[in-house]
Structures are given as structure tokens and as C-alpha cells.
């Protein structure tokens, strides 16, 4: 059985980071990519970014240069590292694999 568990979400103000986890569980991790995506209030759920197995990179075109993904195989753990946070990035934040989700992490920025 598949699980995702996400964690690192929080309060922090405008121009500040935060870095989120998500460790899976129930999956060859090292063999599959993932992905982090977030849902902001009152707006659908879009992809944010996504590492393949082999360590390919992918982000949403208006989040490069602000957000870093990354994976730990050793720990089963994806990680989105994000930087200069703004109020817009207000969101739960999800790990995304294979038809599963995690619970999510809300990110609040306040202004």
C-alpha cells in the first residue's frame, strides 16, 4: 500500500523559505519519480514540480528560479526546497505519485 507523508509546511512572511518533505512508503522509491503539487483556496490543484528516478527536473515555468526539488533515495524522500515565498504561494501542498496523494502541508505567506 502506497503513503505519502508530507511535512515542513508553516506560517512564514513574505520573502521567506521553507522546505517541505514528503516520505513515501509502499514503493520501490528509487525506481519512480514524483511529484509536488498544491492547491491554492478557492482554486484548482495545478503541478508545481516533478523528479524522475534518473534525477530529471521539472517545474511549473512561473516557480523556476524560486523552488528547488530534489530526492534523498536513502530516505524515501522528495523534497521541494522554496525560496522568496510569496502570498500567491499560499497553499496545501501535496506529493503526488501514481494515482496517490499524500494529506498535504498548508504553506501560509503572509504579507
Same mark, same amino acid.
Given at each position: 500500500?502506497?503513503q505519502? @507523508?508530507?511535512?515542513?509546511g508553516? !506560517?512564514v ?11 513515501? #512508503? %509502499? =514503493? =520501490?522509491?528509487? !525506481?519512480? %519519480?514524483?511529484? +509536488? ?9 495545478? +503541478? @508545481?514540480?516533478g523528479i #524522475?528516478?534518473?534525477g530529471?527536473?521539472?517545474?511549473k ?7 528547488? =526539488? ?5 530516505k524515501?524522500? @522528495? ?5 522568496? !515565498? ?8 501535496y ?5 496517490? +496523494?499524500?494529506?498535504?502541508?498548508? @504553506?501560509?505567506?503572509?504579507s
Open positions: 500500500q502506497v505519502l @507523508v508530507e511535512s515542513g508553516g !506560517l512572511q513574505a520573502g521567506g523559505s521553507l522546505r517541505l518533505s514528503c516520505t513515501a #512508503s %509502499g =514503493i =520501490i522509491f528509487s !525506481l519512480d %519519480g514524483l511529484n +509536488w503539487h498544491r492547491q491554492a483556496p478557492g482554486k484548482q490543484r495545478e +503541478w @508545481v514540480a #524522475s528516478s534518473g530529471d527536473i521539472y517545474y515555468d512561473s516557480l523556476k528560479g524560486r523552488f528547488t =526539488i530534489s530526492r534523498d533515495n536513502a524515501n524522500t @522528495v523534497y521541494l526546497q522554496m525560496n522568496s !515565498l510569496r502570498p500567491e504561494d499560499t497553499a496545501v501542498y506529493c503526488y505519485y501514481k494515482q496517490n +496523494w499524500g494529506q498535504g502541508t498548508q @504553506v501560509t505567506v503572509s
